[in-house]
Each structure stands twice: as C-alpha cells, then as structure tokens.
C-alpha cells in the first residue's frame, strides 16, 4: 500500500522555527513531526511514502535517506513547479499511484497529530466500500477546519465545508484519508483542493465515508497549537507507554527527556516539558509546558514555560521565557531579562526585555 503525505507549503505559520528547516522536519515530542507520521504508515503494511513538496526538497530527502533504510519504507518525493494544493499532488503523483491501481492509499496533511488508528480506517474503508474514507474529530472551534456532517449511522458524509463562515457542525476533517486510485480521473493536473473541490462533490455522490478519530488529535502547525498537540501526546504517553516519561521528586505532571540531556540540582521540570538531546540545564531551572529543541543551554535559575525555544540556544541566568514565545535556532537571551510572548529570527542575540509579543528580527 502506498501513502502520500502533503508536505507542501512554507510553514509561515511556525516561523521562526522553519526558517532552519521544512516544518515536517521540525522535532515534535523530541522526534521529527514527519517520522511519527513514516512510523505509523509502516506499521500497517504501508511500503512506500510519496512525499508531495513544493519547498526545500533537497533538505527533506537527505534526511529522509538516512531514515528510509532504518524504516525499511521507500520514500520518493513528488515536486511541484507550482503549488498544486492539496489535491493537485495527487493529480502529479498519478503514475506512482496507479501502480497500485487496485489498491486505495492514505493521505496525510503533515502537521497533525494523533494516535493514528490507521489499521482500523483499513477496516472501514473496506467495510463501506466506496471511493474514499476520511477521520474526523470533534472540535470545539470548528470555524478553522473543514466541518463534516455525516450521517451518524452509516458514516456517509452528506455536506463537506471548509472553513465554515456559519455553523455547520463541530466534526472536522482530520486531514487523514484512504482514497481509490478512481478519484484520480477527477482530478486535474493544476491547483486544485481535496477539501474545497473533491470532497464536496464525492460527498455529494454519496462516495464519501467518515470514521470518527479514536483518541487526541491536533492541527501542530502554529506554536500554540503545537504545545497543545505536545501536551495531548504527552498525556497519550502516560496512558499507554508510561516508562517513556520522566519520573523523579523534580518532576511534576508528564515531561518527557532525551537521554542526553543532562538536569542540574534543583531543578523543578513540568507539567508538558520535553527537554531534546544535547540540552543543559543548569541548577534551579524552572521549565512547564514548553519543548526545547537540541542543544539548548538553560542557565541557573531560568524560567521558560509555554515557549518553544529552537536548536542551541542559550537562555541566560534567572531569564524568564514565557506566554508562546518562539525562539529560532541559534539565539541567545542575557541574563535575568524577560520575554513575553516574542519570535525571535534566527543567530540573534538579545540583550533587553520584551514586555509584549512582538517579533524581534
Ligand atoms: N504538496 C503540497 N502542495 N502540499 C500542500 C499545499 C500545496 O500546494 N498546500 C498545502 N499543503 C499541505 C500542508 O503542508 C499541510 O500538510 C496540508 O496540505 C494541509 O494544509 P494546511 O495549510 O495545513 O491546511 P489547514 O490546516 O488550514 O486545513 C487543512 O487541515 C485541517 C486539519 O488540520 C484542511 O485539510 C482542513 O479541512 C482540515 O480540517
Ligand atoms: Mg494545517
């Protein structure tokens, strides 16, 4: 079976983290968003990732190279002159697909989250029997999404909307489908949206089927989503593979740290941190509900919480970090200021306090 993940796009939205790397490669729980994705499609039998791209192709592969003998998952890449949107890819990836052509293949956006309970949306899709499947998921602001209604018995779906401007319903597109290689002839080979094109008009001809998402989901493609996204897996973490979390008297809710990591006396870590390889914390640092990449030093007595702090920086002695704020790699905060809420670009060194969100280029 074969998967397309949309890798497309400039992630604008997780600037500045994406000025140093495409954001499917940006680490998510210590791991890169992309290979909780490469994983999951493995497990269930899926041979070959095609990985639509329009942007910084080169960086993907070669870090993909390295992965796809570990995986044993051949990875292509499918590039786009042009951004094709979501469904175009697929127009462009058509010959691939049709190697296959009885067997239907997953897509994936590539900035979510979830348990990917893909062996059951096999089940599904081959229960119904029509054209395409889709998981969806119950949101409380479904405004952002593509809503879904669907017929709550069978699960075919009667309306697609992507982002509603009035209410429709608060299931939503969970950006994980299984498609027949059939719904290629619908496709053109131009800019085309699965959500705005396709999916109304297969649900419209009663092809289209959904199957509710079991477990935690979450769109990770802004920073305050992403420390959500971190916060749902974590707790997904606890329920299901407890031994991979921290555990010690310094330590309070889920916190999740790589091997390398070395913690000074006295630090306090959680809830909702996780702390990447090659990090130093100095003593009596403060971390809750933030991620920090590889190689961040924190000095003694620091505070970061509810931040993203990128690959190597430094954050100087009883400095506070806090409300989403976003640092680029490289960056380096003196001592004892106070940063609320700012993206920082990238190789910066900052040396007053930021008082209020705002980005510092
Ligand atoms: N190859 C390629 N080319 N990929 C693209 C392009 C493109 O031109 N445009 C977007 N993508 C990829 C993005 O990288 C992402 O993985 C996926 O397609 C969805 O695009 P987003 O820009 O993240 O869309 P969204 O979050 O506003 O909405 C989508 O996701 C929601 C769930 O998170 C829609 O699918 C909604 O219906 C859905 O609810
Ligand atoms: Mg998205």
Known sequence: ?????????????????????????????????ILHQIEALKAVGVNEVILAINYQPQVMLSFLEEHELKLGVKITCSQEIEALGTAGPLALAREKLLEEPDKPFFVLNSDITCEYPLKEMIEFHKTHGEEASIMVTQVDEPSKYGVVVLDEDTGRVKKFVEKPTVFVGNKINAGIYILNTTILNQIPLQPTSLERDIFPLIANEGKLHAMVLRGFWMDIGHPKDYLTGVTLYLDHLWRNFPSALAKGPNIIGNVLIDKTAEIGEGCLLGPDVVVGPDCVLQSGVRLSRCTLMKGV??????????????????????AQVTSIAVLGEDVHVSDTLYLNGVAVLPHKEIRSHYTKPEIVM
Do not use: D
């Open 1 to 33: 079976m074969k998967a397309v993940i949309l890798v497309g796009g400039f992630g604008t939205r997780m600037r500045p983290l994406t000025l140093s790397k495409p954001k499917p490669l940006v680490e998510f729980a210590n791991k890169p968003m």
């Open 297 to 318: 030093r924190v000095n003694s007595s620091a505070h970061v919480s509810g931040s993203i702090i990128g690959w190597h920086c430094t954050i100087g002695q009883s």
